[in-house]
């Protein structure tokens, strides 16, 4: 995994927004009991962009299917460990609001830096 976030991050063009990115493998790595090392170093070798878009867990639109078998809580909580691996490499992260996902692409688009 962390040779094909390292293979993407390398090869996207300037304008590229990443849904997971290298600093989410060192979060992997944690919740996994897996030395963080190696995504750690590359987390900190390929810097992404500032600010860091998060969007954080929302109930009301959370479900489960046959990719995706995290309960809610298990979710939620995996999803503070990525922020708190981001705010550990010094990535200025920006919360999107609840909303449609039109407002939500806006609130991002409104605030990247061309």
């Known amino acids: 995994m962390l040779e ?3 293979d993407d991050y390398r090869t996207a063009s300037p304008m590229t927004f990443f849904d997971r990115a290298i600093p989410d493998l060192v979060a992997y790595a944690q919740i996994f009991e897996l030395d963080t090392s190696a995504a750690m170093q590359a987390a900190t070798q390929h810097r ?3 600010p860091v878009f998060f969007l ?3 109930p009301e ?3 489960t299917d046959d990719e995706r078998t995290m309960s809610f809580e298990m979710a939620h909580d ?4 990525i922020r708190a691996v981001y705010d ?3 990535y200025e992260i920006e ?3 609840r909303g449609t996902p039109l407002e939500r692409a806006n609130f ?3 605030r990247c830096h061309a």
């Open 95 to 97: 919360e999107v609001p």
């Open 4 to 6: 094909r976030a390292i």
């Open 88 to 90: 550990e490499l010094g």
């Open 61 to 63: 639109i959370y479900t």
């Open 108 to 110: 991002v688009l409104g």
């Open 56 to 58: 954080p867990s929302w």
């Open 78 to 81: 995996f999803g503070e460990l």
């Open 48 to 50: 992404y962009n500032n």
